[in-house]
C-alpha cells in the first residue's frame, strides 16, 4: 500500500475535525469517527477521507470501526471531554462514568483494536489528546482530571511496552482550546460555555491539529514524547491572565 493512512476519532468537532483536515493536507487518506455522522461525511467529501460511526464507549462499535479500516500508520486518540465541575464531596457518578469511559477506556478499546495494524504498518504513530489535566489538579475538576491522568497512563505505559516496535508514541496536553468542549461540559449551556473562554486569547483547534502534523512529518526515528501547549494567557490549568 502506498498512501499512508491516519484514523481520527472524535473528527466530528474542534480539535479532531481540524486534525483531519491537517493530515489530510499532508497527503493522508484519514477515516474518521464519531457519533454525529452527518457532520463527518460533510468533512469526509471536504478532504477525501472515509467517515466511519464510532462510539467509542461501546465494544461493537469500536470492534466494527476496526474492521472498516484495512491498514493504519497514524492514530489519533482525541474523542474525548468533560462533564460537570463538582467537587469531590458533591461527585455526580455518571458525570464520572462519562468522563471514564470515553477518555479512559474509549481510549484503550480503541487502541487495542488498532494495535496490531499499527505494528503491521512498519511505521506506526499514536497521538493521544490528553490535557493539562493530566498533570495537574484542579478543585471541583477531579472527575475529568482523573481521568485524563488515567487516559496519559495508558498512553506512557504503551510508550514502554512498544520499545522495539516500530511505532511512536506522542502524548500532546492541551490547556484551554476553543472549541465545544465546554459547551459539552455544561450540557449545552452556550452561556456557561462562553464565559471559560471570555477574555483570553485562547488555543484554537487549528494551532493543536498543526503540532499534530509536525509530529507526523518527523521522520520515523523521532519520537516527540510529550507536548505541552497552553495559551500565553495560561500559566496553569485554573489561573489565566483575562482582559
Ligand atoms: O472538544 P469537542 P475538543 N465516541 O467537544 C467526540 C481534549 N482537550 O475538540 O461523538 C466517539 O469539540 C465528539 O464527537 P461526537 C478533550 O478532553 C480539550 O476540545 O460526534 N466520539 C467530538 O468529535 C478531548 O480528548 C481541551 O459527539 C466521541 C469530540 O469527541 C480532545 O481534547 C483542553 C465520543 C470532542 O470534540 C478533543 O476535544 C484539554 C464517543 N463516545 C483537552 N464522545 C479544550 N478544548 O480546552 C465524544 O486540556 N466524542
Known amino acids: 500500500m502506498s498512501t499512508r493512512t491516519a484514523v481520527v476519532t472524535g473528527a466530528s468537532s474542534g480539535i479532531g475535525e481540524a486534525t483531519a483536515r491537517e493530515l489530510a493536507k499532508q497527503g493522508y487518506h484519514v477515516y ?129 511496552e512498544l520499545l522495539g516496535q516500530p511505532v511512536r508514541l506522542t502524548e500532546i496536553a492541551p490547556g484551554a482550546v476553543e472549541t465545544e468542549f465546554s459547551l459539552v461540559r455544561f450540557g449545552g449551556d452556550a452561556e456557561r460555555a462562553a464565559k471559560v473562554y471570555e477574555g483570553i486569547d485562547n488555543l484554537v483547534a487549528d494551532d493543536i491539529a498543526e503540532i499534530v502534523g509536525f509530529v507526523a512529518s518527523r521522520p520515523p526515528h523521532v519520537n516527540l514524547d510529550q507536548i505541552i501547549v497552553k495559551p500565553r494567557d495560561q500559566a496553569a490549568a485554573g489561573r489565566f491572565h483575562r482582559r
Open 32 to 160: 474518521i469517527g464519531a457519533r454525529r455522522v452527518d457532520r463527518l461525511e460533510r468533512l469526509a467529501a471536504e478532504i477525501g477521507g472515509t467517515a466511519l460511526p464510532l462510539d467509542v464507549t461501546d465494544d461493537a462499535s469500536v470492534e466494527a470501526f476496526a474492521a472498516a479500516i484495512e491498514h493504519a500508520n497514524v492514530l489519533v486518540n482525541n474523542a474525548g471531554g468533560a462533564k460537570g465541575l463538582a467537587p469531590v464531596a458533591q461527585a455526580d457518578l455518571d458525570d464520572w462514568r462519562w468522563m471514564w469511559e470515553t477518555n479512559v477506556l474509549g481510549t484503550l478499546r480503541v487502541t487495542k483494536a488498532l494495535l496490531p495494524k499499527l505494528i503491521a504498518s512498519g511505521d506506526g504513530l499514536i497521538v493521544t489528546i490528553t490535557s493539562v489535566a493530566a498533570f495537574e489538579a484542579y478543585e471541583n475538576g477531579s472527575g475529568y482530571t482523573s481521568a485524563k491522568h488515567a487516559q496519559a497512563v495508558l498512553h506512557r505505559t504503551l510508550r514502554t
